[in-house]
């Protein structure tokens, strides 16, 4: 048996955008409900609305958008490739479902609880130990004060390791179909498949299962992410190249302005005498 890998937009979407069983399990094992009566018990799909994007990232962010019969609005991503204004995009569509609950002059109590899963194939917080990442408006001083409303969770796949949150095993055979399931497995562990969720969304991804011309365009995600990971990473080395190249001019021009020989300058930021001259 031949399987896709569930992060791509194709799987994703057939998974957790076709079958609104599986989204209801997957996000009551990922969101940080306090108690069982915050679980979801059914989810009706919601459209798609992404916001513009940036012409690096287009094609790199699959989501799905649900709703329970509470009205909690729930937006799930799968983010490929991680880029610096990612948390300002998701704090955009969240706030932007959050407030088109009510019509103007109506009131405020009627607004419900929108909560954010982002998954994120790339590691964002490198200085931190943990993988999963639980955002709330809260007082500085006071964390404990919190304004409701808004959820965000950011999960860093690459940090996940199945003995993490054992206590949780919904939430780790979840994190294990997204991690440990691509072209390259022929066989799924049977822990996997002894749960009936996750045995229903390992059928999903049997390659079999798929068209020829469904299968060119999951080879073509993948190349596009390929494509805008390069991209990003060039842009991103760019920009730290021309801040580095302006932070050594500041520094030529300071020196130059406190009167130090040019040679000296010269000696300590690499440039030459006729570009400390044009400064």
């Given at each position: 048996?031949?399987?896709?890998?569930?992060?791509?937009?194709?799987?994703?979407?057939?998974?957790?955008?076709?079958?609104?069983?599986?989204?209801?399990?997957?996000?009551?094992?990922?969101?940080?409900?306090?108690?069982?009566?915050?679980?979801?018990?059914?989810?009706?799909?919601?459209?798609?609305?992404?916001?513009?994007?940036?012409?690096?990232?287009?094609?790199?962010?699959?989501?799905?958008?649900?709703?329970?019969?509470?009205?909690?609005?729930?937006?799930?991503?799968?983010?490929?490739?991680?880029?610096?204004?990612?948390?300002?995009?998701?704090?955009?569509?969240?706030?932007?479902?959050?407030?088109?609950?009510?019509?103007?002059?109506?009131?405020?109590?009627?607004?419900?609880?929108?909560?954010?899963?982002?998954?994120?194939?790339?590691?964002?917080?490198?200085?931190?130990?943990?993988?999963?990442?639980?955002?709330?408006?809260?007082?500085?001083?006071?964390?404990?004060?919190?304004?409701?409303?808004?959820?965000?969770?950011?999960?860093?796949?690459?940090?996940?390791?199945?003995?993490?949150?054992?206590?949780?095993?919904?939430?780790?055979?979840?994190?294990?179909?997204?991690?440990?399931?691509?072209?390259?497995?022929?066989?799924?562990?049977?822990?996997?498949?002894?749960?009936?969720?996750?045995?229903?969304?390992?059928?999903?991804?049997?390659?079999?299962?798929?068209?020829?011309?469904?299968?060119?365009?999951?080879?073509?995600?993948?190349?596009?992410?390929?494509?805008?990971?390069?991209?990003?990473?060039?842009?991103?080395?760019?920009?730290?190249?021309?801040?580095?190249?302006?932070?050594?001019?500041?520094?030529?021009?300071?020196?130059?302005?406190?009167?130090?020989?040019?040679a000296d300058i010269s000696d300590v930021t690499g440039l030459t005498i006729a570009e400390i001259d044009l400064l």
């Amino acid at each position: 048996m031949r399987y896709l890998n569930p992060k791509a937009d194709l799987t994703f979407k057939k998974v957790f955008g076709e079958h609104p069983d599986l989204v209801a399990s997957f996000l009551n094992a990922l969101l940080p409900f306090d108690s069982p009566e915050e679980r979801i018990e059914h989810v009706e799909y919601l459209p798609s609305e992404l916001v513009p994007q940036t012409p690096l990232r287009k094609n790199s962010i699959v989501d799905v958008r649900c709703k329970d019969k509470r009205g909690r609005q729930f937006i799930v991503e799968m983010q490929m490739v991680w880029s610096s204004e990612f948390k300002q995009r998701v704090l955009f569509n969240a706030s932007k479902a959050y407030v088109r609950q009510i019509a103007g002059g109506e009131d405020y109590e009627l607004l419900q609880p929108v909560y954010s899963l982002n998954l994120v194939n790339d590691i964002f917080e490198p200085e931190l130990e943990g993988y999963y990442h639980n955002y709330r408006i809260v007082h500085v001083e006071h964390s404990d004060r919190i304004i409701e409303g808004l959820h965000f969770v950011f999960v860093e796949l690459p940090k996940f390791t199945p003995h993490t949150y054992k206590e949780k095993k919904m939430h780790v055979l979840w994190l294990r179909y997204l991690t440990e399931i691509d072209e390259k497995t022929r066989e799924v562990p049977q822990e996997l498949l002894d749960n009936p969720d996750i045995k229903k969304a390992v059928a999903q991804l049997e390659e079999s299962a798929f068209t020829d011309a469904q299968l060119r365009g999951y080879e073509k995600f993948w190349d596009t992410v390929s494509v805008e990971k390069t991209l990003i990473n060039s842009a991103e080395r760019k920009g730290r190249a021309e801040g580095r190249a302006e932070g050594i001019k500041q520094t030529a021009r300071r020196m130059k302005a406190k009167g130090y020989p040019l040679a000296d300058i010269s000696d300590v930021t690499g440039l030459t005498i006729a570009e400390i001259d044009l400064l």
